[in-house]
């Protein structure tokens, strides 16, 4: 047996990374982590946590318009997006302060520099080798963009959260998660925002009725969508930019985000040469016990691009350490994997669309719309979208989706009944708490006609 100076390195102190490495580390394995930039990840530095705050920040933009219905006067309320960066930094660095102590804690040893395999099992970070028994890989996704003339002027999700300054006018390209976030969120604090989509609809792969409810709600917020349409190239001008849009059309904006999806981050480490196998777009081809081509190397999270979710990456990482450094072999799960998008109203979700679940047999579907009871004061237009899809034969809810407030709080419940295998008559059974809400999920009585 070769003598190695760790059991695990990982590559990457994102949630999946800290939460394997540290995790064996507890196990009492010599591990190490390697880091380029800061500990905590995307999730914690770039994505889920700074976006969450700055939506809770954007927020308080209808709460206090609602409140004037509830016999409120908020005269004078101001807003300094600079302060609210500020706060949000200050959260942030006290994160990585509390993502170093985790670690610390349980004897993983942080390698500060950009890593390189040079081998099954050595890392080469900065001009020092370290060797390991494992290798974990776990560095995560980077934004991509189409490469158009003009693409150099554009930011993404990265640099939307540090602005030094709110734009007035934005536009936002893409139609997926992020652009959805990101259009509410300066949307609420006074942008005026566009997004434009090469798609029909926003949030392809979600409930047909989710992607409209969604999409017409935020028309009714006064964000533009572009459907259908593509930009050519960008301009900068002498107060903004010029985007040459498909059709010969062009629009003058403040800003331009480009939110078209991400990409693994597995260029330049050396992967191919030492025989990782990946897929076109740079993810690294595992099994399901996330074990690449070369057997002392995994990889998880999104640099292997199954489903890019913090949670399923630390389902992962757990798997990981408990079948390699624990004797105790799991896999992760992937089934009814519940999930939100922060958009303004927010979605929750879990299980199959109504057009997932068709296509595998008869299925019946439940829908309600309606006011929620706190708008009918506040006079705010807002409504609630919930659905579930349910299979005919067995009874069994195959999916249930939410568009309107508090959605992936209730969501996240109704994930534990889909997992458990709920049938409707069981959320029938289940006596509602009132006044909510989310009692509307078990008191759904009326089928939808068939198609
Ligand atoms: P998504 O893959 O969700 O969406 C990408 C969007 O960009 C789609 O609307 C797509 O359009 C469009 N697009 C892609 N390529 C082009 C192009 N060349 N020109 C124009 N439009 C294009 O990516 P995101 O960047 O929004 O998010 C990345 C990942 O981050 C997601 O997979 C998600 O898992 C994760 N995430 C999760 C969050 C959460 O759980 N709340 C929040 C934020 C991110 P089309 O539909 O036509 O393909």
């Not at 434009?196 to 969604?214: H, M, Y």
Request: charged share 20%; hydrophobic share 40%.
């Amino acid at each position: 047996m070769p003598n190695f100076d760790y059991d695990l390195i990982t590559i990457g102190a994102g949630s999946g990374g800290v939460r394997a490495t540290r995790m064996a580390g507890g196990y009492g394995a010599r591990v190490a982590i390697a880091e380029k930039s800061r500990v905590g990840g995307t999730c914690v530095l770039r994505g889920c946590v700074p976006k969450k705050l700055l939506i809770y920040g954007a927020h308080f933009a209808h709460d206090f318009e609602d409140a004037a219905g509830y016999g409120w006067t908020v005269d004078g309320a101001t807003f300094d997006w600079a302060a609210l960066v500020a706060a949000k930094n200050r959260e942030l660095d006290r994160l990585e302060e509390v993502y170093g102590n985790i670690l610390s804690n349980n004897s993983v040893e942080v390698l500060r520099g950009r890593a390189v395999l040079s081998d099954p099992h050595t890392v080469e970070i900065d001009g020092k080798s370290y060797s390991a028994e494992k290798i974990l890989l776990a560095c995560g996704g980077w934004p991509t963009m189409p490469q158009i003339p003009g693409i150099e002027h554009v930011i993404t999700s990265n640099e939307a959260l540090e602005l030094l300054k709110l734009p007035k006018r934005m536009v936002i390209v893409g139609g997926g998660y992020i652009a959805v976030e990101f259009a509410g969120i300066f949307n609420a604090l006074g942008s005026d925002v566009t997004i434009i989509i090469r798609a029909p609809e926003i949030l392809r792969g979600f409930d047909e009725d989710v992607r409209a409810t969604l999409s017409a709600e935020m028309e009714k917020k006064g964000i533009a969508i572009r459907r259908e349409t593509t930009v050519a190239s960008i301009e900068k001008t002498d107060v903004g930019y010029e985007l040459a849009l498909s059709g010969g059309e062009k629009l003058a904006t403040g800003l331009v985000m480009y939110a078209t999806g991400r990409a693994p981050n597995t260029a330049g480490m050396g992967l191919a040469e030492i025989g990782v196998k990946m897929n076109k777009k740079g993810a690294i081809a595992v099994d399901e016990w996330s074990r690449s081509s070369v057997p002392s190397v995994f990889a998880l999270g999104d640099c292997t691009d199954r489903v890019n979710l913090t949670p399923v990456a630390i389902a992962e990482g757990r798997a990981f350490t408990e079948t390699q450094f624990n004797n105790n072999p799991i896999q992760a799960a992937y089934d009814n994997i519940p999930s939100a998008v922060f958009s303004q109203p927010p979605i929750g979700t879990v299980g199959l669309t109504e057009e997932a679940a068709r296509a595998l047999g008869p299925i019946d579907v439940y829908i309600s719309r309606f006011k929620p009871m706190k708008h009918t004061l506040s006079g705010r237009d807002e409504t609630i979208m919930m659905k579930l899809v349910v299979d005919r034969g067995t009874d069994l809810v195959l999916g249930c989706h939410m568009v309107g407030v508090d959605a992936p709080e209730i969501v996240q419940g109704l994930g534990i009944a889909l997992k458990c295998g709920a049938t409707k008559a069981q959320f029938d059974a289940t006596v509602g708490i009132h006044p909510t809400a989310a009692e509307e999920f078990v008191t759904m009585r009326d089928k939808r006609p068939d198609p």
